[in-house]
């Protein structure tokens, strides 16, 4: 199983970005599926996470509110819409997948990882 991660880029604060996330070598729909952050000097934290079906979701608090966690099992793929975003976003996008299939905000049970996608906001 592997993940690539896309979507990342260079942007003003309060504008949005939607990342995506494609699985190839499995079916998304036997993993939950998550999105993890690192920004420079700081530990990979949780952003959001769902469980397989996508029907139940996780936010932090400082995703609350300005971004949202989709799947699609059709096509492999899951998203992470951000709206509003802040300067303090700026960091490395992980996407990953448990074999759980359901929510975990421990980074332990998560089997697959993406290669990271750079977000950038400017304030």
């Known amino acids: 199983v592997q993940l690539q991660a896309s979507g990342g880029g260079f942007v003003q604060a309060g504008d949005s970005l939607r990342l995506s996330c494609t699985l190839s070598g499995g079916t998304f729909s036997s993993y939950a599926a998550a999105w993890f952050r690192q920004a420079p000097g700081k530990e990979r934290e949780l952003v959001a996470a769902?469980?397989?079906?996508?029907?139940?979701?996780f936010y932090a608090d400082s995703a609350k509110g300005r971004f949202a966690i989709s799947k699609d099992n059709g096509k492999n793929t899951q998203f992470l819409q951000m709206n509003s975003l802040k300067s303090e976003d700026t960091a490395v996008y992980y996407c990953?997948?448990?074999?759980?299939?359901?929510?975990?905000?421990?980074?332990?049970?998560?089997?697959?990882w993406g290669q990271g996608t750079l977000v950038t906001v400017s304030s």
């Open positions: 990953a997948a448990s074999r759980r299939r359901m929510i975990s905000i421990t980074r332990g049970d998560y089997d697959y």
């Open positions: 769902t469980i397989w079906a996508g029907t139940r979701k």
